[in-house]
């Protein structure tokens, strides 16, 4: 069974710039969360998505970040414009459970996006 | 507000020995938690779930324990190897339905 794909997995830019991280989840998953992990930390939720609906996005700094699941397959994240304290590895999960339906269920995480900011 | 601490930030073994790793978490109302491992650059694999209901949970050399009362967990790592060397993490999940992090136990082991 293919795992959490993401791209890119390295990403260099300047501030002010934008950038868009892709994921496709494992199959059937309903629900995908995206990730912040900054060096020496443990990973923050941005968003979480069931299905292609959002179930939280409280932490998601709205003014620059921004992210969708439309078909409720795949994903992307942007960041637009980036500033230096977004420099991070953004990290997609996904997972079988459905939120209100049954308890959840373990997580399976990507590989990462590795950004870098100058 | 549900915060995760896992005691100690880092730890350093000779090969063999047998070590705990410590995750505590301020809200007990939690549907799971989990434990992670993560190598340098690379994303998290899931090594062990245990449900609010369970006590404990196995896989190998690796047991967890959760005690949801108290707000504790541990991660037994018996005869440790140098491949265990690696970031362990602990997350919990509750009814906000987030998965709150600890900051890591970034564990070695020495040959």
């Known amino acids: 069974e293919a795992g959490v794909a993401q791209s890119p997995r390295y990403k260099i830019i300047e501030k002010r710039q934008s950038v868009a991280f892709w994921c496709n989840p494992i199959s059937g998953h309903a629900t995908l969360y995206w990730y912040q992990q900054i060096l020496g930390q443990g990973p923050k939720l941005l968003i979480q998505f069931q299905n292609n609906g959002v179930v939280d996005d409280s932490q998601l700094p709205k003014d620059r970040f921004s992210a969708e699941r439309l078909k409720g397959v795949d994903s992307t994240l942007k960041i637009q414009p980036a500033k230096l304290e977004d420099s991070a590895v953004y990290l997609c999960?996904?997972?079988?459970?459905?939120?209100?339906?049954?308890?959840?269920?373990?997580?399976?995480f990507g590989e990462g996006s590795r950004l870098t900011v100058l | 507000k549900q915060e995760v601490t896992q005691i100690p930030a880092a730890l350093s073994v000779p090969e063999g020995e047998n070590l705990v790793l410590n995750c505590s978490f301020t809200d007990s109302a939690i549907y799971n938690l989990q434990w992670f491992r993560q190598d340098p650059g690379k994303g998290l694999t899931s090594l062990l779930l245990?449900?609010?209901?369970?006590r404990e949970q196995t896989s190998g050399r690796l047991n967890a324990s959760l005690d949801k009362s108290s707000g504790r967990s541990t991660l037994y790592i018996a005869a440790s190897q140098p491949g265990d060397s690696a970031t362990y993490l602990c997350a919990v999940q509750g009814g906000s339905e987030k998965l709150v992090f600890g900051k890591g136990t970034k564990l070695t082991v020495n040959p």
């Open positions: 245990i449900q609010s209901s369970q």
């Open positions: 999960a996904s997972s079988f459970s459905r939120w209100g339906q049954e308890i959840t269920g373990e997580l399976f």
